[in-house]
Structures are given as structure tokens and as C-alpha cells.
Nanobody, 118 residues
Framework: QVQLVESGGGLVQAGGSLRLSCAAS????????MGWYRQAPGMQREWVTA???????SYADSVKGRFTISRDNAKNTVYLQMNSLKPEDTAVYYC????????????WGKGTLVTVSS
């Protein structure tokens, strides 16, 4: 079992930056994939980015070039650096962990709200 706790959300102006953190309750060294989804008001949850245990990263087209995911196994934490934020990035951001590459999400965090004002 893994508990994931997100932090770092808040209100930022368009063009600004935020860094989200996802702290895990145990070592993430053996978790094959971790990443982020987001859910805007009235919208379905959408995948944003992921990082594998081998540090391979992938991004949704909508955030490519602006967001960067990283993981610090020593701190059991995954980060999401978000730059050049746009109002359409406004959403609740959820951290997730999947034990198997290509497998389902096994664990979710409760989310952190990011609001980007125009």
C-alpha cells in the first residue's frame, strides 16, 4: 500500500510557474511508473505526464515543453515543474502510481488545486 500526498498548488497568474510535489509513504524505487493527471471543472480527468523507474518521461501534447516531471527516489517524491502556465491549465492535479509499466493506476493522491488567472 502506498499513500500519495500532493502539495504545491495555488493561485498563479498566466505565464507564471508552480512546482507540485507528490510525497509517497514508502520507497518509490520499486514503483515502475508515477505521474500526474488533472481534472478541470466539468471535465473528465486527463493524463498529463509520467516518469518510469528508469527516468523515461512522457507528456501530453498540451503541456509538452512547459511541464517537467522528475523523481527523487531518496526523498520518495515526484515533482511537476509547471512553467508558462495558461488559464486552461487550471485543474485539480492528481498524483498516481502504477506498479506495472502499461498497467492500471494502483494508487491515487487526493489532489491539489492549481488556478491560473488571466
Amino acid at each position: 500500500q502506498v499513500q500519495l500526498v500532493e502539495s504545491g498548488g495555488g493561485l498563479v497568474q498566466a505565464g507564471g510557474s508552480l512546482r507540485l510535489s507528490c510525497a509517497a509513504s514508502r520507497t518509490i524505487f520499486s514503483i515502475n511508473k508515477m505521474g500526474w493527471y488533472r481534472q478541470a471543472p466539468g471535465m473528465q480527468r486527463e493524463w498529463v505526464t509520467a516518469i518510469t523507474v528508469g527516468d523515461t518521461t512522457s507528456y501530453a501534447d498540451s503541456v509538452k515543453g512547459r511541464f517537467t516531471i522528475s523523481r527523487d527516489n531518496a526523498k520518495n517524491t515526484v515533482y511537476l515543474q509547471m512553467n508558462s502556465l495558461k488559464p486552461e491549465d487550471t485543474a485539480v492535479y492528481y498524483c498516481y502510481a502504477a506498479q506495472l509499466l502499461g498497467g492500471p493506476v494502483d494508487y491515487w493522491g487526493k489532489g491539489t488545486l492549481v488556478t491560473v488567472s488571466s
